[in-house]
């Protein structure tokens, strides 16, 4: 806390480059702005004493991180750069994000591992840290798919380790791999339950759930979760517009097991399908359950002076107010332990 009253204000820098998407990198006319900042930084008169930037996952491989580096060596900025999600934070949803954090002409960070992105936050003394939970620069370019971020840690700072659940069943298109990962997370106690999340059901909650068109035609890609899980995959803006990856959707049939519903349902009529599936009572989260997932406050939309929750969370801009917010709960961790 002394950090804020003594310094400048940390930096944040949050121009997206999503190379998971068009993959432009530096030619994707969206940097514009990162790039600008990286052209007068070194010609400031006074250049900010600590630096915070936030990118997707992605952007550790990307032609626009090299260069953002050499800028900061340059300027004499000492650095660390992470990959981390909220699931580090003990919040279940999954949001790997790029983090650096740079400070002016001083002593390197006590947890300082040149040449690495650490993937979880350094809370314990160095040795432990450089151990084997870190991404090798050299092996930063590989394609994700053909890389694995640590040794026993997953994308979302979970374990990997561990066999499948006895009488473990694979359905829908899903991999014994990803089985065991979810299988993982979910029995994972430094994460929450998504119940400590939820709303209490009520009678307005009918509008969440999935249209029986949906639930037929996507039941096989659909990420279900329940409340007892501890995980969640990442909300993006066409969450409860499209289905197909844009979010976890909840089971709240709790009784109800998944296995039973999914077994042999390749063979069944549409009409039957249909019914199996409307057992599970599957809804979307609501923006209140996700603006929870991503650290907004309780009180956050129920003043007529800000911004409607359900206005944010719709516009197009939603996925712009959400990461934010996710940013500004990783700037709180790191000056709470402060780290500068």
Known sequence: MKFINTTFPVHHYG??????????????????????????????????????????????????????????????????????????LGIPNSRLRYFLIAKLHQEPFFFHVPGQILTRFPDQNLEELS?????????????????????NIGSDCSSKNGPLPKEAFLFKLETAEEMVRKHSQDNDPSIQMLQDFLEDENEEMSQYFLAPKSLVRYAFLLDIVKPTCRRSTCFTK????????????????????LESVFKHIENLTEEEKLMK???????????????????????????????????????????????SNVCILFCKFFLTIQLF
Request: net charge negative; hydrophobic share 35%.
């Open 15 to 88: 121009q997206r480059q999503l190379r998971i998407g068009l993959q432009g990198d530096v030619s994707d006319p969206r940097t514009k702005s990162f790039l600008y900042i990286l052209d007068i930084l070194p010609r400031l008169q006074k250049l900010p004493k600590y630096l915070l930037l936030e990118n997707v996952k992605g952007f550790e491989s990307s032609s626009a991180r090299n260069e953002l580096l050499r800028t900061l060596e340059t300027c004499g900025f000492e650095y660390q750069e992470f990959l981390l999600s909220p699931t580090c």
């Open 131 to 151: 151990k084997d939970e870190v991404v090798d620069e050299a092996s930063s370019s590989l394609p994700s798919g053909e890389k694995s971020l640590v040794s």
């Open 238 to 257: 066409g969450y409860g517009h499209y289905v197909e990856g844009t979010g976890s959707v909840l089971q709240t049939a709790v009784d109800v097991q």
């Open 277 to 323: 599936l409307s057992t599970l009572k599957l809804r979307y989260f609501t923006p209140r359950e996700i603006a929870n997932l991503h650290g907004f406050p309780p009180e956050f939309g129920m003043c007529s002076q800000s911004i409607h929750l359900y206005f944010i969370l719709k516009l197009c801009q939603c996925s712009f107010f959400v990461g």
